[in-house]
């Protein structure tokens, strides 16, 4: 496991719905943090890991609900936010579903493909080449979503941070080869 899919890995977790066994384990989750190199990226991890440890498990059920599920702007659907309900978001689903299935996913979830946490454990648990693309086509929706949780100064702004950072580099990484093909360092 390369150092960005431990970042999609708690990213991936700590993303769903609150778990009384992430305090439990908070320990656990800090070390996970620890094998991230980049001070920055770790930093983000850890600053939300600090939220975890000092928030109550009721404030963090009406947090994440407050921020996740009250609130169009904030959906963890990312093409909930650019299609909202309307016929055009089903196509992109199956676009995106499509793209898992090519990447060798097995959707065996009862939630959407476009659900950030399922796309973010996908990329923590398969090759970069092979998740490097689903991550790119959803960028802007992460990053868009990622300062909108920034503004509304929700903690969990630096989960999306840390991938956005992630991802970023992904994309800086992409080099033209001298055939002229796209590949990933």
């Known amino acids: 496991m390369n150092k960005s899919q431990v970042v999609y890995k708690l990213s991936s977790i700590l993303l769903h719905y609150p778990d009384k066994e992430w305090k ?64 055009e978001r089903g196509p992109a689903l199956v676009k995106l579903r499509n793209e898992f299935l090519q990447a060798g996913a097995d959707l065996e979830s009862d939630e959407l493909p476009d659900y950030l946490p399922l796309i973010l454990e996908f990329a923590s648990i398969t090759e970069t080449e092979k998740s490097a693309k689903i991550l790119k086509l959803h960028f802007r929706a992460i990053e868009r979503l990622c300062l909108e949780l920034e503004s509304m100064n929700s903690p969990y702004h630096h989960l999306l941070g840390a991938c956005v950072l992630c991802i970023k580099r992904l994309r800086s990484n992409e080099q033209v080869s001298k055939s002229g093909e796209r590949r990933i360092i």
């Open 24 to 87: 439990e384990y908070l320990s656990l989750l800090y070390e996970e943090a620890s094998l991230i190199d980049d001070a920055q990226v770790r930093g983000m991890i850890e600053n939300f890991l600090d939220y975890l440890d000092r928030t109550s498990m009721e404030k963090l059920c009406q947090n994440y609900v407050l921020t996740f599920d009250f609130n169009d702007r904030s959906t963890l659907y990312l093409t909930y936010s650019v299609f909202k309900d309307n016929r």
